[in-house]
């Protein structure tokens, strides 16, 4: 299950408590769930029912509990909880990762894709920020191309992103740097941060555009080597007893672990968070004009990607035949895979099969 069809799930629960008479609000035009501020509150939270607790004229709690009532039970929900002052806290069910991964891999290039030119949404903005500083014109052009590929071209249009001089200078820096470390550094600060441009590219994990890159050519390789052992992906349970060969694990890495069972993954669930909520990540980007979200998730997909398969290996080894377990392992690498490429598409920087 996906944060956006949670969302779909909670929202009808509001509105069949309202149709049954449970609620006397207006329904809202969209329910936000997003991961929870801390580890052990579930998988994704809301506080759709603080929300709409003042013109219910009820307690929060009570309204939660009409929701939870109703949200208990549905496909992909295993349990919802009321936590603090009202806030609901859903834990998926066993198949609701294995949903996801079929999901992005069922919609391959198109998953997260950016919403249609000039499509409303919520909290729309008006065109890209006005820079200053070094590297001024560069990132004006920049950002308008990246932009373009969200689906901005009219918000380009209006402020006329292509700065007069903007090509010279990114020319310079592209010169300096390379295309991907170039457009890198002028796309992932914030409208109001500083440009920090190195004064050489650097090809080590501490670089977090190479972290990507590497990231996106680790998913891409776990894809082909298990094509190589006979066995393809498929969407199914990761979890189990994990396999390790240190001999395969990246040069720079601990060996994966050996040991039991995990108790509590929680590298799993950052990474499937950062699957789920790539599409919300790309419409924000969009919908602000700020494709800095879109470099930040990727940072944190590739992050949270490079942890999980330290700790769950997805390839079986020495004489060891390929189980289910592998085969979800290797759809789950190919689903950040394509998570991961999207992204760097989408900012006009390359997606590796080898770094």
């Given amino acids: 299950m996906t944060p956006a069809e949670l969302s779909r799930t909670v929202l009808r629960s509001v509105r069949s408590a309202v149709e049954e008479r449970e609620l006397s609000v207006p329904v809202p035009a969209r329910i936000v769930v997003q991961p ?6 579930g998988d994704y939270a809301s506080n759709v029912a603080l929300q709409l607790a003042g013109q219910a004229g009820l307690p929060p709690r009570e309204v939660a509990e009409i929701l939870r009532r109703r949200l208990v039970g549905c496909p992909g929900i295993a349990r919802v909880e009321i936590a603090g002052p009202g806030f609901l806290n859903f834990h998926l069910g066993v198949g609701a990762a294995a949903g996801l991964v079929a999901d992005v891999l069922a919609r391959g290039e198109r998953y997260g894709e950016p919403p249609a030119p000039g499509a409303a949404g919520p909290g729309r903005t008006g065109g890209p920020a006005r820079y ?31 700065a007069p001089g903007g090509d010279g200078e990114l020319a310079d820096l592209v010169a300096r740097l390379g295309g991907d470390e170039a457009r890198w550094v002028l796309l992932r600060p914030a409208a109001h941060d500083p440009v920090r441009a190195p004064r050489r590219p650097v090809q080590h994990e501490d670089n ?23 066995f393809a992906g498929e969407p199914g349970d ?48 969009a919908r602000r004009c700020a494709p800095d979200r879109v ?21 079986p080894v020495g004489e060891q035949k390929p189980l289910a377990v592998h085969r979800a392992r290797v759809a789950l690498a190919e ?15 390359s997606a590796p099969e080898h770094v």
């Fill in 132 to 162: 200053t500083g070094e590297w001024a014109r560069a990132r004006q052009t920049v950002v308008g191309e990246a932009l373009a590929r969200l689906g901005r071209e009219e918000a380009v249009r209006t402020q006329s992103a292509a």
């Fill in 295 to 315: 470099v930040r998730h990727l940072e944190a997909t590739a992050d949270a990607y490079l942890r999980w398969q330290e700790e769950f290996w997805p390839l």
């Fill in 36 to 41: 929870p501020p801390r580890p052990g509150c």
């Fill in 335 to 349: 689903a950040t895979g394509t998570v991961l490429g999207n992204g760097l598409r989408l900012l006009g920087i």
């Fill in 238 to 285: 990761v979890l189990g007893e994990p396999s390790a060969h240190p001999g395969d694990a990246p040069p720079h890495r601990a060996a994966p672990r050996t040991s039991q069972a995990p108790r509590a993954p929680q590298t799993l669930q950052a990474l499937e968070t950062c699957l789920g909520t790539y599409p919300t990540a790309t419409a924000t980007a």
């Fill in 208 to 230: 977090p555009r190479f972290r990507v890159q590497y990231a996106f050519a680790r998913t891409r390789a776990m894809v082909r080597n298990a094509g190589e052992l006979g």
